[in-house]
Structure formats: structure tokens, C-alpha cells
């Protein structure tokens, strides 16, 4: 199964400003017997890419992945912005590579592994062996993703998120956190707007957003200097 990215799994957080991470897979061991329960209809219904948001689904196979990402003063100057983010539920597997696409990334750092039997760090990716059944994987790094536009503008653009297998497109649970400074800036837009399944909470400082879809999803953020 592919998440975001045919028979083989792969992962994939792409922005336009932050491009994250691809997670490809070699040697998979994955159980495909569900593909015989009425396949003819399951072709009929194949999501080809639209995006398409679907009632929440808690499912412990269902792919999540959560990010959290801390805009500071020095973000604002600089554009390096602190990355923490974790998958869970990944599909067992004999060798995955996370892959990050980020155009400037540093300091990538595994903070957690479960159910895989080696983890190897690389300049931009982490290699996987012998992933278990229902693995999780948490890493964190610098990356340079906010983008100032004018004096009191910044965008941060992430997507597409999107599960693929095959020709077809799968429910995929994204959750994303930014953490900013409320006395210094102020959330102007979300895209896309808050409805039902793409759930968005404001709290002082933090913007917290919960979706689960199908096909591809682009989120979009603007800021504005107070």
C-alpha cells in the first residue's frame, strides 16, 4: 500500500514551501487478501485523487500521521521553523526509507521507534528494517518552511498528504500543530476552510488541524505581523 505516494508502500508529506516526506518501501509483506472481497465494486468506488473528505474513521489501520511545528522570532527572520512529527500505524514490512524532500532541512533526529528492528539515520531519511505490525516512527529536525511576504505577511504551505494504492486513494488521517506567538502574529486564513472532516481549532498560539480524507490535500496557512 502507498500512503500519500502501487504494490509498494510509500509515505509522502509534500508541500509547496515545506516539502516533507516520502516514505517508500522494498519487500513488502503486507496482507492483501481484503483486495478479493468484492474487488469488482471496490474498483466501481476507487478514489482517483479528488480530494474527498470522509467522516472520521478510528481504525488502528488507518495511516496517521502528526506534525508539530513551532514559529518563533527567530523563525520569522530566518524561515527555520522546529519539526516534530510521528506516523503510526505503519503497515509491516521487511524494508522501508523515509525520505525527506525538505529544500533545507538539518539536525534530523529519530526520537522514537517501535516495532522496527533497525532504524538508521541519514542526511535526509531514515532507513527502516523488519517493520512490525502497527509500527510508529517519531523524528523531529529543523526545517525551512515559513515564507515572508511582505513586512507583515508569512505563508506556510503543506501538500499534498495522500495514501496510495496502486491506481486509488485511501482514507489517511492527518493531523498538523502550529505553535506561534499570539502577541506577535495573527492567523489571517486557513485553506481549506473549516467543514466536515477537515476540523480546525484556534486557541491562543496554536492552530491545531484534524482531518481525515481520501485523494490529495493541500493545506494552507497565512500569518500577519501585529
Not at 520569522?76 to 506516523?87: A, L
Not at 496510495?164 to 506567538?181: A, C, E, N, Q, W
Request: charged content about 25%; aromatic content about 10%.
Amino acid at each position: 500500500m502507498k500512503f500519500i505516494t502501487g504494490t509498494r508502500i510509500s509515505i509522502k508529506a509534500i508541500c509547496v514551501l515545506l516539502f516533507p516526506v516520502i516514505l517508500t518501501a522494498a519487500e513488502p509483506q503486507v496482507d492483501e487478501s481484503w483486495l478479493d472481497d468484492d474487488s469488482e465494486l471496490r474498483a466501481q468506488q476507487v478514489n482517483e485523487g479528488q480530494l474527498m473528505f470522509i467522516d472520521p474513521i478510528h481504525d488502528q489501520s488507518i495511516l496517521h500521521s502528526d506534525t508539530h511545528l513551532w514559529i518563533t522570532k527567530g523563525s520569522r527572520q530566518t524561515g527555520w521553523v522546529k519539526m516534530q512529527q510521528c506516523y503510526r500505524h505503519l503497515d509491516a514490512v521487511g524494508r522501508t526509507d523515509v525520505v525527506y524532500a525538505y529544500r533545507k532541512m538539518k539536525n534530523l533526529q529519530v526520537t522514537r521507534a517501535e516495532r522496527i528492528a533497525q532504524v538508521r539515520v541519514g542526511q535526509h531519511g531514515v532507513e527502516l528494517e523488519d517493520v512490525g505490525k502497527d509500527a510508529a516512527l517519531c523524528v523531529q529536525a529543523d526545517v525551512k518552511v515559513l515564507q515572508h511576504l511582505s513586512d507583515k505577511t508569512y505563508v506556510m504551505q503543506n501538500g499534498p498528504y495522500h495514501r496510495k494504492f496502486l491506481d486509488g486513494y485511501y482514507p489517511y488521517h492527518v493531523s498538523l500543530t502550529v505553535h506561534y506567538s499570539n502577541n506577535e502574529m495573527q492567523l489571517m486564513r486557513v485553506e481549506p476552510e473549516a467543514q466536515d472532516g477537515f476540523y480546525v481549532t484556534e486557541k491562543p498560539g496554536i492552530l491545531s488541524i484534524d482531518s481525515w480524507f481520501e485523494g490529495e490535500l493541500r493545506i494552507g496557512f497565512e500569518f500577519s505581523k501585529k
